[in-house]
């Protein structure tokens, strides 16, 4: 575990001497993402700082009822104003991220912003670009971490609800409900102590899972029954998913969450991925069961990266020749995966 005493000390003083203090998430936040966001925007508050919040795009519907969640600002839905933002601060935070691709659309602008650059997340292999790294791959979140530097600030419990349950959905998300993922002993003190404090883990379960439309359970049927192809030899199994299908059943983002773990319940398959087609290109999150490091296949194959066991990159070809190029780099690491197992 890294040793955050003289992280903290520096990160403090970057709050104290900072007036425009942005938090900024990666593409495509996840409930780590917009959870570790929201938590530090609470502790930002106890310090008397009104952070501004900034996400490069939309956030996924299951993730909008979070304390907070509307006062962050969406990069593609108005650029002007997210420009202004990340021009005006001097301390931009980086949540759940390590490399600058992750911003998207606001890349360009935030490595060129003359604000100091802090990063906080725990995925491995961070690339150098802020001024200082808290950087912690053994967290199961970002959440937990978050936790951590603010409980060595304040030396205290947690800040009020809105923080606890922020914290608590970083950590669920992030380990599908204490399923997967570097969670650990300490995780699980921490939950304890976010029992004890009282939040309603029934109540955000059921908004986090069991809050989609009837037309997600139907993409989901076709998803399991028409896009998936198993692939026994290959210890592997893929889904794909066109516009059209998604047009088809009204999807919202959020919708295919998930989608990507459900091959991973069949015997003896260890690696599976997900295909979404987008406007031009295709967006792939993979998943393995065992030692297999989908985060290396992403980085290597399809621009992407993550965690050991989940991973997502992209790729800029139709969804064909993708699913072609991916059977063909498969077939390459499939001693890797067999190895692995
Ligand atoms: P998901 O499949 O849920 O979108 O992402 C799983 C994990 O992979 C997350 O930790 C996420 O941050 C990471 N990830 C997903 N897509 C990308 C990508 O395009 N690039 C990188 N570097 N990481 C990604
Ligand atoms: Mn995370």
Avoid at 132 to 161: H, R, W, Y
Wanted: proline share 2%; with cysteine.
């Amino acid at each position: 575990m890294l040793d955050l005493s003289k992280y903290t000390k520096e990160l403090s003083k970057l709050f104290s001497i900072s007036e425009n203090i942005l938090l900024i998430c990666h593409i495509n936040p996840d409930g780590d993402a917009i959870g570790s966001q929201l938590a530090l925007y609470q502790y930002l508050k106890t310090l008397g700082k009104d952070a501004a919040m900034l996400s490069p795009n939309n956030l996924q519907e299951f993730l909008k009822w979070l304390d907070g969640a509307d006062k962050i600002k969406v990069f593609i839905r108005n650029r002007k104003k997210a420009i202004d933002l990340i021009k005006e601060a001097d301390l931009i935070v980086m949540i759940d991220f390590n490399q600058a691709s992750r911003l998207g659309e606001a890349e360009k602008y935030v490595v060129k912003a003359d604000a100091k650059k802090v990063i906080i997340d725990h995925h491995l292999d961070p690339h150098d670009f802020a001024d200082l790294i808290i950087s912690d791959p053994s967290q199961c979140s970002t959440a937990e971490l978050v936790n951590d530097i603010v409980n060595i600030m304040i030396g205290g419990p947690f800040i009020n609800k809105s923080y606890a349950e922020s914290l608590y959905v970083g950590i669920i998300t992030d380990t599908g409900n204490f399923e997967h993922g570097a969670f650990s002993g300490k995780t699980f003190r921490m939950v304890a102590d976010l029992l004890d404090y009282g939040i309603d883990k029934e109540k955000i379960y059921n908004l986090i899972y069991n809050n989609f439309s009837a037309d997600r359970m139907r993409l989901m049927g076709l998803a399991l029954n028409e896009r998936m192809t198993v692939l026994p030899d290959l210890m592997s199994a893929y889904i794909y998913l066109t516009k059209e299908d998604l047009n088809n059943y009204n999807n919202v983002k959020g919708d295919t969450e998930g989608f990507v773990n459900l091959p991973l319940s069949i015997k003896g398959i260890n690696f599976s991925t997900l295909f979404i087609e987008k406007d031009n290109f295709v967006k792939l999150s993979f998943r393995s069961k065992g030692q297999f490091p989908v985060n290396e296949f992403a980085a290597r194959y399809f621009a992407g990266g993550g965690h050991l066991n989940a991973s997502g990159g992209e790729y800029y070809d139709t969804l064909e020749n993708t699913i072609s190029y991916f059977l063909k780099v498969l077939n390459d690491n499939i001693g890797k995966l067999k190895h692995e197992e």
